[in-house]
């Protein structure tokens, strides 16, 4: 038999960009930056990670505003969520109409120094980042404002020698980094680690955000 090497235990990760987002983009940037301006009445009461200055972060309702740009995006959303779970599931186009999606979805707005801290979402199985504003990368901060993922595999790097240091992907070891471009979504399961590098730009990063978790129409919830 020939040689034959397979990803074991690979971790899917989807992505996708909006079509002729810049305008969609600008209506949700005014929008998104007017609600934040309101202060406590559209922010998160009760965050579940410690917010570090220059984050701020809304309530879990986001994709429940009837306004267009909104809705716009939660159809995009949703559709590139359904067309991830249909092809990694193997799910027929009956069960797709089958599938029922509850989220909670909201909205991040990040000045200059400002950063998010290692995490996961429990109790959710997909989660999701849109970008609505990249914000500016100063030439000397390169690592501004990148959406960092880290290996599941905690002890692939443990040792290290020739024999493996060079791995190619999906094989390699260490993170995976993601330089958001405006309309660019990027949907990843929700137990994997993750966080945004300190912003340096002397604008906003604007990026949605949704936890999902499903069930199955006329069937018990998992």
């Known amino acids: 038999m020939p040689l034959e090497i397979n990803p074991m235990f690979a971790v899917p990760m989807a992505q996708d960009t909006l079509p002729d987002a810049d305008a969609i983009n600008a209506e949700l940037k005014a929008l998104l930056l007017a609600r934040e ?20 972060e809304s309530d879990f309702n986001l994709f429940a505003w009837p306004e267009p740009c909104v809705q716009q995006l939660r159809q995009f959303c949703w559709a590139a969520l359904g067309k991830t779970l249909q092809e990694l599931n193997g799910y027929s186009p009956e069960e797709m109409q089958q599938l029922q999606i509850f989220s909670h979805t909201w909205f991040h707005v990040t000045r200059q120094g400002g950063f998010t801290i290692l995490h996961t979402h429990p109790m959710a199985s997909w989660s999701g980042v849109y970008c609505v504003a990249a914000g500016e990368t100063p030439e000397d901060r390169p690592e501004s404002g990148i959406l960092r993922f880290h290996n599941p595999h905690h002890y692939s790097n443990y040792f290290l020698d020739p024999g493996n240091a060079r791995l190619r992907a999906p094989y390699h070891h260490g993170t995976w980094n993601i330089r958001f471009g405006a309309g660019q979504l990027v949907l990843f399961p929700s137990w994997l680690q993750h966080e945004v590098m300190p912003f340096y730009g002397n604008d906003e990063r604007i990026t949605v955000a949704f936890n999902c978790w499903f069930g199955m129409k006329n069937t018990a919830r998992p």
């Open 37 to 56: 301006a309101e202060g406590a009445r559209y922010a998160n009461p009760n965050p579940s990670l410690k917010q570090q200055q220059g984050v701020f």
